[in-house]
């Protein structure tokens, strides 16, 4: 791991980053190294597995949180999947190089596309989830960024683990190692801070807890990416049946290590009778998630803080809240203003209803009768995602490999008059 002890030597190092990122231009050499990370990882599997029970142990002399072990706690399958992400991307074409379609000609005699290219130098600060520093660097890679890590202390032998096998597959690639380089844990929150005043970055993607991502996006001078996990909210409109709600927030919790989409504030029509409630707590039994029945916050200036803060952060502990409210609307000025804002959905079998909740909802991806389940290896290889940005516009919803990219607009004319 690489150490550094001031905000100027931290600068330094993010420039060399992005010099040395202009090496990955060499597609097929950085074909090779993504194909050599995914075998070195499968055969490394057993050594970073020892490196990740050590760390275990260390936590619970830490005191760390329970939530946070969860996710520090590095299973094969969760190896696997990065892994095969690995392979995926090695699969691909050169990314840089796709023209997006674009109607930016302004003239008859002209056309135009976009042209995706690399960031430059991209950070990723983020605590425990082990496995997410290989996802983040596949997709760097396979985008043409360098890779600066800030991980966790309460995961620092499994990082490093992970740091050395990148190191030898870079090497083994002919390509230089300073492309991915891992910040070591010994600056602990100074670090961390000079990652936020830097602005030599690109890119600085926050991970993990609401605390930890929102002191860096309230902070940061480079531009950043919020991220979130939970806390997305469902409205079950009277129309709908209990047995398509629960399906829905069911399979919404099907995250591994987190339910990065996991709906945990249900806001129902006053309308729905207390029996379909029941029947909802039933169908809710056999996967462990409770409900607790509460009132609707009110939107007012004068609310409670107190009450503010446990509607707006991730519970993250299978206990879903309940409230009823009078009518779509409120409903919709709740959601807007207490959700995440990553992933929201409405269940109801009314058109106008669906239309409304889509148009009006602000967050990044709304969800009309589906689920909002996240998952990072997606069906598409250009889908894999690292997390869900609650940001709006372009750089809102899944983090791939678009995320990682800007592009430039380039008019062409049809002719030489």
Not at 105 to 125: D, K, Q, R
Not at 237 to 262: F, L, M, Y
Request: charged letters at 20%; a negative charge.
């Amino acid at each position: 791991m690489t150490s550094v002890q001031s905000l100027a030597e931290l600068s330094a190092l993010i420039r060399q980053v992005r010099q040395t990122a202009k090496a990955l231009e060499q597609v097929d050499q950085t074909t090779k190294a993504l194909m050599l990370a995914a075998e070195a990882f499968h055969d490394a599997t057993d050594t970073i597995l020892e490196a990740n029970t050590l760390d275990l142990e260390a936590s619970l002399e830490m005191a760390v949180p329970e939530v946070v072990v969860e996710w520090l706690k590095l299973t094969p399958e969760r190896l696997k999947t990065a892994v095969k992400i690995l392979e995926r991307l090695a699969q691909l074409d050169a990314v840089t190089n796709f023209a997006y379609g674009s109607q930016l000609a302004i003239a008859p005699t002209t056309h135009s596309y976009l042209l995706g290219e690399p960031l430059g130098a991209v950070a990723f600060i983020y605590e425990a989830f082990p496995e997410l520093a290989i996802v983040a660097a596949g997709l760097c890679l396979r985008a043409g960024n360098g890779l600066i890590l800030k991980g966790g202390h309460e995961a620092s032998q499994t990082n490093q683990a992970i740091v050395d096998v990148f190191h030898s597959v870079l090497s083994d690639a002919e390509l230089p190692e300073e492309v991915i380089l891992s910040i070591s844990p010994n600056e602990g929150e100074a670090a961390r801070r000079w990652l936020m005043q830097t602005t030599e970055l690109d890119l600085l993607i926050p991970y993990g807890r609401a605390s930890l991502v929102q002191q860096v996006i309230r902070e940061a001078n480079a531009p950043s990416l919020s991220t979130a996990i939970g806390n997305c909210y469902l409205y079950w409109a009277h129309t709908a049946p209990a047995e398509a709600v629960a399906k829905i927030i069911i399979d919404s919790h099907r995250g591994n290590p987190e339910p990065v989409n996991g709906i945990e504030k249900i806001l129902m029509d006053d309308q729905i009778p207390a029996m379909a409630l029941r029947d909802l707590e039933q169908l809710l039994q056999d996967s462990h998630l409770k409900l607790k029945e509460v009132a609707a916050p009110v939107i007012s200036p004068f609310a409670v803080a107190e009450e503010a803060e446990f509607w707006q952060e991730a519970q993250l502990n299978q206990t879903l809240l309940i409230a009823r409210v009078p009518h779509l609307s409120e409903a919709i000025a709740l959601i807007n203003r207490y959700s995440s804002g990553h992933a929201d959905c409405i269940v109801t079998n009314s058109y106008r209803e669906s239309v409304q909740f889509a148009s009006q909802v602000r967050s990044a991806s709304i969800y009309v009768n589906a689920s909002p389940r996240f998952q990072r290896n997606a069906a598409q290889a250009n889908a894999i995602a690292l997390g869900m940005s609650s940001q709006r516009g372009l750089k809102g919803g899944r983090i791939t490999l678009e995320t990682l990219l800007t592009h430039k607009a380039v008019v062409k004319g049809l002719g030489g008059r």
